[in-house]
């Protein structure tokens, strides 16, 4: 089993939509969560960023993480074109050191239909 | 001020050619990483580096992979006689300072896109 898994995709909804991605994981060590958003032959960029458990709301955006599932979301609202890029998961255990390094899903690729 | 800087943005090289990818990290940003990203694979992890020591090289493939940071600053990542399967998208991210909080947000460049014929 892999440490982070993510559902590849595609995903394809119409604009407007409400979009929800999301990444399970095995270790219990994971206390930093982020999502990345990667538009194509660009680098990833962060969206969201989350410690420990909670939800954490920005503009359209809003990450959730249930540590006791092991499960992390991303819903996006009212989705629009400019949303359509791949949706990668990333969580580490620690601060710093190798602690820092970030463990990632495989990314979830969205459409975003006009 | 500028964001992570990586150069080349694309190399094509034979099999059993050497390459050096830079990485020019965000001003000030203490800590390093470098990400592998193939199709299918998502991305990996390389190698870390905290000033100019490489703590951290648990996720270097092969001894044909290795990579060194001068000045605290610029990092280069060389591959020795690459081979086909070394074909993926190299990223480089920093992060201010191993720490805390927003300390540790990493930040990515755009990638070099190595290609091996």
């Known amino acids: 089993q892999k440490e982070v898994e993510q559902d590849p995709g595609p995903l394809s909804v119409p604009e407007g939509a409400i979009v929800s991605l999301n990444c399970t994981y095995s270790?219990?060590?994971?206390?930093?969560f982020m999502w990345y958003r990667q538009y194509s032959r660009k680098g990833p960029e962060l969206l969201m960023y989350?410690?420990?458990?909670g939800n954490k709301e920005d503009g359209r955006f809003t990450a959730q993480v249930d540590k006791s599932s092991k499960y992390i979301s991303l819903f996006i609202r009212d989705s629009q074109p400019s949303d359509s890029a791949t949706y990668l998961c990333?969580?580490?255990?620690?601060?710093?050191?190798?602690?820092?390094?970030?463990?990632f899903g495989k990314g979830t690729k969205l459409s975003v239909k006009p | 001020g500028a964001g992570v800087s990586q150069s080349p943005s694309n190399k094509v090289t034979e099999k059993g050619k050497d390459v050096e990818l830079r990485c020019d990290p965000i001003?000030?940003?203490?800590?390093l990483y470098w990400y592998r990203q193939s199709l299918g694979q998502g991305l990996e992890f390389l190698i870390y580096?905290?000033?100019?020591?490489?703590?951290?090289k648990s996720g270097l493939p092969s001894d044909r992979f290795s990579a060194e940071r001068t000045g605290g600053s610029v990092s280069t990542l060389t591959i020795q006689r690459t081979q086909q399967e070394d074909s993926a998208v190299y990223l480089c991210?920093?992060?201010?300072?191993?720490?805390?909080?927003?300390?540790?947000?990493?930040?990515f460049g755009a990638g070099t896109r190595l290609s091996v014929l």
């Open positions: 991210a920093s992060s201010l300072t191993p720490g805390t909080g927003e300390k540790n947000i990493q930040y």
């Open positions: 270790n219990s060590a994971f206390q930093y």
């Open positions: 989350t410690y420990s458990s």
């Open positions: 990333a969580m580490s255990a620690g601060y710093g050191g190798s602690q820092g390094n970030l463990i």
């Open positions: 001003s000030g940003h203490t800590a």
């Open positions: 580096f905290q000033g100019n020591s490489a703590p951290d």
